[in-house]
Nanobody, 121 residues
Framework: QVQLVESGGGSVQPGGSLRLSCAAS????????MAWYRQPPGKQRELVAG???????NYADSVKGRFTISRDNAKNMVYLQMNSLEPEDTAVYYC???????????????WGQGTQVTVSS
């Protein structure tokens, strides 16, 4: 079994900051790409930021310069530092990790349960 557990969501005022964390645990052999997605109310899920196993990052245009994705390979964790938050950033945020389970020959995409981020004055 593999579990992804997110933390760090909450409510902040515009201009504030939050740091999301996602920890992967279980019988994990290897981890490849890691990413954060979000789903605003009434909208489809969208990619926010991604980071490869080599540390290369990519961001949605709407968050460039405000959000930073990072990872700790030793701890099987991925983070999302969110600064200068705007009401438009309000959404449920999900981590997504591509990994291979111990004893399994194939890679799979796994999702966290989601954490709510609300930006409002």
């Amino acid at each position: 079994q593999v579990q992804l557990v997110e933390s760090g969501g909450g409510s902040v005022q515009p201009g504030g900051s939050l740091r999301l964390s996602c920890a992967a645990s279980g019988r994990i052999q290897s981890i490849d790409d890691m990413a954060w997605y979000r789903q605003p109310p009434g909208k489809q899920r969208e990619l926010v930021a991604g980071i490869s196993s080599g540390g290369n990052t990519n961001y949605a245009d709407s968050v460039k310069g405000r959000f930073t994705i990072s990872r700790d390979n030793a701890k099987n964790m991925v983070y999302l530092q969110m600064n200068s938050l705007e009401p438009e950033d309000t959404a449920v945020y999900y981590c997504n990790i591509r990994l291979r389970r111990r004893g399994w020959p194939v890679w799979g995409n796994y999702w966290g349960q989601g954490t709510q981020v609300t930006v409002s004055s």
